[in-house]
């Protein structure tokens, strides 16, 4: 009997009165509901169905402490077993893991680049065994995720001098960075501070990828680093039964992009160009430009839609709406009117772009601002930002959403 139990487990003896049952068995039942029911019906059915398919998180990380053992062992390094300190938390464990499996970039980091050697450890009047430390929570909506390690922690001088030799970023451009700023680039493709490119490291692809993963998800990171101290990373996801809508914040991003980009062209004829896509900011303002557009969205999306452009831009925008010569003091008039309507047909035809959905939410009447100097200060929230150029001026395109937990675990 101790032999069945350590082959079997506990939990073979334990749960009599449960039933093991095949994913592909699932699949098929689900199937057959699909074609037997109604719409309405399968959308009551399906989803309690899957549950049953869904397993631990933490389950999808269960490779990683021995991996980072035999790591540290290959490199030479001492390190205690991983703590996992981690509460169950039921997914769906096709939709989380390409992103659990990339995480494997940012555990060999850790011990590759984190962790020193003893000698160099001990020197800084550590214990020559460094340490790495998962937690998993969550809220309602979100998965919070936290990998940290107690080793020589990031140079954000580094960064910036790595940027700039690898032609990733120009020097005036990351003169600009704030420390945290440059940090959050060591996820940028083809990013690496590694002088030799090995086995391990050196290619600039491995956190690049983890980055791809996670905003493929909708997911955004913060890093929290202090040179001998260490370095946290806090990965934000969202739970899967946000997915009701069924569109992640970087998928609703890119339509809202394109249809920018056609919209200027069509009704104004200027073209709209933009360098890095969209990138997240750190959850603290956003900077607008003199005309400012905001709207929100309820329902299936919590989210702030916001358009901000130069003035000049608008003008352009009024004289080509309205078929009418127009004074100057005529186009003053019109401006509120086309921002509300520029709005609103800009986020209407990239919502066309999700067809089945647009019922699930509601659009607000846009809120608009004109002035020289304005930010937007959000205390808990993550911001999308695209920040775009054109003949007559800037422009910028923001998605908020508020968060209902603190990405720095406190």
């Not at 019109?334 to 509300?340: A, F, G, M, P, S």
Request: a negative charge.
């Amino acid at each position: 009997m101790a032999g069945l139990h350590d082959i079997l487990g506990e939990d073979f003896f334990s749960q009599e009165d449960e039933l093991i049952i095949s994913k592909h068995k699932l699949i098929e039942i689900e199937k057959k509901i699909s074609m037997l029911l109604t719409p309405n019906e399968c959308k009551m059915l399906i989803p309690e169905l899957r549950k049953l398919r869904h397993r631990p998180f933490d389950t999808l990380l269960k490779s990683y402490p021995d991996y980072v053992l035999n790591m540290a062992e290959r490199l030479e390094k001492l390190i205690y077993p991983v703590v996992m300190n981690t509460e169950t938390i039921l997914v769906n464990p096709d939709f989380y893991s390409d992103f659990t499996k990339s995480l494997v970039h940012v555990f060999r980091n850790a011990v590759d680049h984190g962790l020193e050697a003893p000698d160099e450890r001990l020197d800084n009047d550590k214990d020559e065994y460094g340490k790495i430390h998962v937690s998993l929570t969550s809220t309602e909506k979100h998965i919070l995720l936290t990998i940290k390690d107690d080793g020589r922690g990031i140079d954000a001088a580094t960064i910036r001098d790595k940027l700039v030799e690898s032609g990733l970023k120009m020097l005036e451009e990351v003169e600009k960075l704030t420390d945290a700023e440059a940090v959050q680039l060591i996820f940028a493709d083809g990013f690496s501070t590694k002088e030799d490119v090995n086995e391990l490291s050196g290619r600039g692809v491995g956190l690049a990828a983890v980055f791809e993963e996670l905003t493929k998800l909708g997911g955004f990171l913060t890093v929290q680093t202090e040179i001998n101290q260490g370095t946290e990373f806090a990965f934000n996801l969202p739970k899967e039964t946000d997915g009701v809508w069924g569109v992640s914040i970087a998928e609703l991003m890119q339509p809202l992009i394109n249809t920018t980009c056609q919209f200027f062209l069509e009704q104004a004829n200027l073209t709209v160009t933009y360098q890095d896509s969209f990138w997240i900011y750190e959850p603290k303002q956003l900077d607008l430009y003199k005309v400012t557009a905001i709207i929100n969205i309820r329902g299936a999306l919590e989210i702030t839609f916001i358009l901000s452009f130069d003035e000049p831009v608008l003008r352009e925008i009024v004289r080509n709406f309205v078929i009418d010569e127009l004074t100057p003091e005529e186009v003053d008039q019109y401006l509120e009117d086309v921002l509300t309507e520029v709005t609103n047909i800009i986020l209407g035809n990239s919502l066309k772009e999700f067809p089945g959905r647009e019922e699930l939410v509601i659009i607000d009447t846009p809120i608009s601002i004109s002035s020289d100097e304005v930010l937007v200060k959000y205390l808990k929230a993550q911001i999308w930002n695209c920040q775009m150029q054109t003949e007559l001026g800037n422009l910028s395109l923001s998605l908020v959403i508020p968060l209902d937990i603190n990405v720095n675990g406190e």
